[in-house]
Nanobody, 126 residues
Framework: QVQLVESGGGSVQAGGSLRLSCKVPGMSYTYCMAWFRQVPGKEREGVAALRSDGITRYTSSVKGRFTVSQDRAKVTLYLQMNNLKPEDTAMYYC?????????????????????WGQGTKVTVSA
């Protein structure tokens, strides 16, 4: 079973920045990758996604603040988070799939993904 590996979480003050990374050991190809987040008592929320053809999707609350990208080898996914807000506090999870196609309107849906990481915690204080 493939286990994605996230890193880069931490504690910052509002207005600060963090960059999350997600490595995909043992996989030479992914069709889509994405970042999700979850707070206790709430459903997992799709934050940002990147499809292999370059299509990206962001949830509305992070548009203009977060940027999803991959390295050239496409084995590491990044999430650059700027101007962080207390409401961004959550456990952030990386997800990937090799199944295709995934239409653009489903890129932020958890059921589109087969592989997940264990999460990295992001805490933003006011």
């Amino acid at each position: 079973q493939v286990q994605l590996v996230e890193s880069g979480g931490g504690s910052v003050q509002a207005g600060g920045s963090l960059r999350l990374s997600c490595k995909v050991p043992g996989m030479s190809y992914t069709y889509c990758m994405a970042w999700f987040r979850q707070v206790p008592g709430k459903e997992r929320e799709g934050v940002a996604a990147l499809r292999s053809d370059g299509i990206t999707r962001y949830t509305s609350s992070v548009k203009g603040r977060f940027t999803v990208s991959q390295d050239r080898a496409k084995v590491t996914l990044y999430l650059q988070m700027n101007n962080l807000k207390p409401e961004d506090t959550a456990m952030y999870y990386c997800a990937a799939t090799t199944r295709q196609p995934v239409s653009a309107n489903l890129l932020l849906r958890a059921e589109s993904y087969s592989y997940w990481g264990q999460g990295t915690k992001v805490t933003v204080s006011a």
